[in-house]
């Protein structure tokens, strides 16, 4: 169990690297095409390239941002409470999350499919879009799997009390 626990964490920690680097590369991008266009040579399908690298990089940072405990959370009434209630309402809203972003990445799965078999892609570079949701719904079972982590962490903590 702790294999695939660690595994979970290092996947995680490699999507948020892949995050940053789309981070930087839209960074320069744009900094490359502002140039461009200041001397009349525009990259071609700068912003198609910068709008997918936007998509990955919160998709990608979206596991280890969840993880660190990084999402903006109003806690005002929980700190109140006793620990072991406070652990009940985290596995709770974990399963929660867990159930929703499940399904979402089952159908974006599907709807990746969908997009493929439609041939559909995108309007200046003619990039195949299925693939950027492929990799999205990666990223969703990514997280799904760290909300999984999350509520089994949950659960011990909570026989441990």
């Known amino acids: 169990m702790q294999i695939i626990l660690n595994?979970?964490?290092?996947?995680s920690d490699s999507l948020k690297i892949l995050g940053a680097v789309c981070l930087a590369g839209m960074t320069f991008l744009t900094c490359a095409d502002?140039?461009?266009?200041?001397?009349?040579?525009?990259?071609?399908?700068?912003?198609?390239?910068?709008?997918f690298m936007a998509i990955l990089s919160v998709g990608l940072?979206?596991?280890y941002t969840h993880r660190?405990?990084?999402?903006?959370?109003v806690e005002i009434i929980t700190q109140m409470l006793p620990k072991r209630t406070r652990i009940i309402i985290d596995i709770?809203?974990?399963?929660?999350?867990?159930?929703?972003?499940?399904i979402v990445t089952w159908r974006m799965f599907l709807y990746a499919g969908t997009m493929k078999d439609s041939g559909e892609v995108s309007m200046s570079l003619e990039f195949p879009e299925y693939?950027?949701?492929y990799a999205l719904s990666f990223c969703f079972l990514v997280f799904s799997a760290t909300l999984g982590r999350e509520i089994i962490q949950n659960y011990q903590r909570l026989k441990k009390d």
């Open 7 to 11: 595994t979970i964490q290092w996947v």
């Open 34 to 51: 502002v140039v461009g266009r200041y001397l009349g040579h525009p990259i071609f399908g700068s912003v198609e390239i910068v709008g």
């Open 61 to 63: 940072a979206l596991p």
């Open 68 to 73: 660190e405990k990084g999402h903006i959370g």
């Open 92 to 102: 709770c809203t974990g399963s929660a999350a867990f159930l929703v972003f499940s």
């Open 131 to 133: 693939l950027i949701i």
